[in-house]
C-alpha cells in the first residue's frame, strides 16, 4: 500500500512538473513581414537588444491564445523586417521559459550579445517553453546593462511586455544606470502586450528621451507594413538624399528673420525638388547656423528662427508640414573655424537636409 502511494505522489510530482515546463516549446510565427528596404535606409543603431516578458502575468489571457504565445510572435516579426545589416544583438526574457519553470522568475539570456544571424535569433525565441513566475524587469535591465558593458556604438532596447510590473523604483533606478552608461547613445523602446491599463505611468518614465525613445502597442504594429515602418524607425535612418547649403546672406538681411525676396526665390527652387521627388521623401531637416560674433545665447536664438523661417516658406509652398523639422545650432557647429571675416561668412547658414523613405512592405 505503502509502495502505490509513493509510486502515485511521484508521477503526480512528475506530471505537475511537465505541465509546469510547458511541454513542447511555442513555435513562433511572424506575420508575412517585408525586411527594411536598405535602398532607402542606413542603419540607425550598432547593437540591439530585446527584452520579452516571460512572467505568470504572460499567460493571464485567453488559454488558446496566451500574451507570451502573441509576444513572440510579435518578435518573430520584428525579427523578419530587420535588414542583413551587420548588426550586434542580444535577448533577454525575465520570468521563467528557456529550460526550466518552477521557482522564483530570473532573467536570463538566450541570444548574444553576438552578431546577428536571423535563424538564430529566431531559434533562441522558440527555445521558450512557458510563462510563469514573477517578473524580475530590474535583473533583466542590470543584466542587459552588463551584456552592453564596452559597446560604444548606438544602441536601441526593446521591451516587449505587458508591463503589470511591481517594482517601479527599482525599473526606474535600472533605466537610469543604463542611461548613464550609454548617455545619449541609447534609446529605450516598449511594446506593450495586451490591453491592460496599467504602469502607463511607468512606460513614460521609461521611454522619456523624446529625442529617440518611443512607446508603442502591441496592435499598433501588427500589421506587416506597421512592423516594417516600426522596426526602420528603431533601427534605420533614411537615407539622405541631398543637403542643401544655403548662405544666410542669401536668405536674410543682416540680424533678421525675415526671409528677403531672393531668399524666397531660392527656396522655392528648392520647394519644387523635394516635391519633385514624391513619396521617396521621408523627411527634411532645417538646421539653421550662426558665426561666434554675439552672444552665444543671441546666436542660438537668431538661427532657431531662420531655420523656423524657412520651414514656414517650404510648408507654405506645398510641403508636407509632418515631414519638415526644424531646429537652431546657433554658433556651436561651426563649417571652418571662424577665424576670419570670409569664414564667418560661410558659417553663417541654412542648412536643409532631404532624406528619404518610401513605405514598407509594398
Known amino acids: ?102 521557482g522564483n522568475g530570473v532573467a536570463k539570456t538566450i541570444y548574444g550579445m553576438t552578431g546577428y544571424n536571423s535563424g538564430e535569433f529566431l531559434q533562441a525565441l522558440g527555445s521558450i517553453d512557458c510563462a510563469r513566475s ?70 513614460a518614465d521609461i521611454t522619456a528621451n523624446a529625442s529617440c525613445d518611443s512607446a508603442v502597442a502591441a496592435a499598433d504594429i501588427l500589421a506587416p507594413a506597421a512592423m516594417t515602418d516600426y522596426v526602420a524607425s528603431v533601427l534605420m535612418a533614411p537615407v539622405a538624399i541631398e543637403t542643401h547649403t544655403l548662405s544666410s546672406m542669401a536668405l536674410f538681411a543682416f540680424d533678421s528673420a525675415v526671409l528677403t525676396s531672393h531668399g524666397k526665390a531660392e527656396l522655392a527652387k528648392i520647394g519644387e525638388q523635394i516635391k519633385g521627388r514624391g513619396i521617396k521623401v521621408g523627411g527634411v531637416d532645417i538646421i539653421g547656423h550662426t558665426c561666434d560674433l554675439g552672444s552665444e545665447e543671441y546666436n542660438q536664438g537668431l538661427s532657431e528662427r531662420r531655420a523656423a523661417a524657412v520651414r514656414e516658406y517650404l510648408v507654405g509652398a506645398g510641403l508636407d508640414p509632418q515631414r519638415i523639422t526644424y531646429t537652431g545650432l546657433g554658433e556651436l557647429d561651426p563649417l571652418v573655424p571662424n577665424s576670419s571675416d570670409n569664414n564667418r561668412r560661410l558659417n553663417r547658414r541654412v542648412e536643409i537636409h532631404v532624406g528619404t523613405s518610401r513605405p514598407q512592405g509594398s
Open 134 to 203: 514573477t517578473t524580475p524587469i530590474v535583473d533583466a535591465l542590470e543584466l542587459g546593462n552588463d551584456m552592453l558593458a564596452g559597446d560604444e556604438g548606438q544602441i536601441a532596447v526593446v521591451i516587449f511586455s505587458d508591463f503589470r510590473w511591481s517594482d517601479p523604483d527599482g525599473v526606474k533606478q535600472a533605466v537610469a544606470a543604463l542611461r548613464a552608461q550609454h548617455g545619449e547613445r541609447l534609446c529605450l523602446h516598449t511594446v506593450k502586450i495586451g490591453d491592460h491599463d496599467s504602469n502607463n505611468t511607468l512606460i
Open 1 to 102: 500500500m505503502i509502495t502505490r502511494i509513493f509510486h502515485a505522489v511521484t508521477a503526480a510530482l512528475a506530471l505537475g512538473l511537465l505541465s509546469a515546463c510547458g511541454g513542447t516549446p511555442y513555435t513562433p510565427a511572424a506575420n508575412q513581414v517585408a525586411a527594411v528596404d536598405l535602398t532607402y535606409h542606413v542603419p540607425r543603431v550598432d547593437s540591439f537588444l530585446v527584452l520579452l516578458d516571460t512572467s505568470g502575468s504572460m499567460r493571464d489571457d485567453d488559454p488558446a491564445r496566451p500574451k507570451i504565445h502573441a509576444a513572440q510572435d510579435m518578435v518573430a516579426s520584428f525579427n523578419s523586417a530587420v535588414p542583413e545589416v551587420a548588426f550586434n544583438a542580444g535577448m533577454v526574457i525575465f520570468g521563467k521559459g528557456a529550460g526550466s519553470c518552477m
